[in-house]
């Protein structure tokens, strides 16, 4: 019954992005510098009180430094979707999103929150902005899972700008789940407890929205870190980040990618992302 159901679940998210892309065999990025995959960490003995420099903190920040980059950078690799994006942060600062609109944009992922005390002091301009220029958007945390539980910071995330509405121009909300910008990779949790701080943080969005949050994370990082202990693929898309030329293996046990994070820099502000399938793709995903 559960692989029936699971099979069910995986056809719609299939249905709503156009289909899986193929996977790559598991290998870095072409001239990406070799880097063996990181031990299991050691719970540091006490958690940070915060973000030191949340502004320097967004979906990809640690990307192309602890994963490299396997072409040229600016230039979208060809199996990159019709569907362009991108998501930005307060790095951006207020952003021209006529420009943006006008070289091709259909969606952007903006930052929201950090951990349960940083805020993105553009989310206004950036977040209302996108969508008045006739943009899909959506909001995204930056998760800091050795600061707070998941609950918390999913609470944190809704009350400030990671709601969702039926109107067919927002996007689910997004969890950032990726290299830890302040020291250990895996911010001293288990594997285990990884899972259980993404699934606590996944239930409560769902709770107070009714969406299953967007995940954003890259295969490396997520093996590392949650050690394929839970699977997230029948209830929340993927937002893939790996800057090559081909998106790669997918995490664990995700079929498909429903965005990809391909480059840090090009035509738009911020991170390049495509939406693997067709404008109405997207908006039915916006739609739930």
Known sequence: MRSLVRGMLRALLAAVTGGALCAAPALLPAGAPAQAEPAPNARPAAPPAGPANPDDDHAGAQIARREGTGRSRGVPP????????????????????????????????????????????F????????????????AYHFALPNVSDGVAQANFFVDHGGGWSPDGRTLPPALDIEYNPYGPIC??????????????????????????????????????????????????????????????????????????????????????????????????????
């Open 187 to 288: 911010y001293g949790l288990s594997q285990r407890d990884m899972v259980g701080w993404i699934r606590a943080f996944s239930d409560q969005v769902h709770a107070r929205t009714g969406r299953w949050p967007t995940i954003y994370t890259s295969t490396r990082w997520w093996s590392a870190c949650t050690g394929n202990l839970g699977d997230f693929s029948d209830t929340n898309p993927l937002w893939l980040a790996r800057y090559a030329a081909d998106p790669g293996p997918m995490p664990f046990d995700w079929d498909f990618h429903t965005f990809w994070q391909y480059d840090d820099a090009g035509a738009f502000p911020g991170d390049q992302d495509s939406f693997n399938g067709s404008l109405d793709r997207l908006r039915a995903l916006a739609l739930g």
């Open 78 to 121: 060809p199996r990159v979707a019709r569907t362009q994006g991108l998501d930005v942060s307060s790095h951006q600062g207020n952003v021209d999103w006529a420009a943006v609109v006008a070289k091709g944009a259909a969606f952007a992922y903006v930052k929201a929150t950090e951990g349960t005390t940083y805020r993105n002091p």
């Open 123 to 138: 989310f206004a301009q950036q977040y209302n902005g996108s969508y008045q220029a006739g943009l899909i958007r959506g």
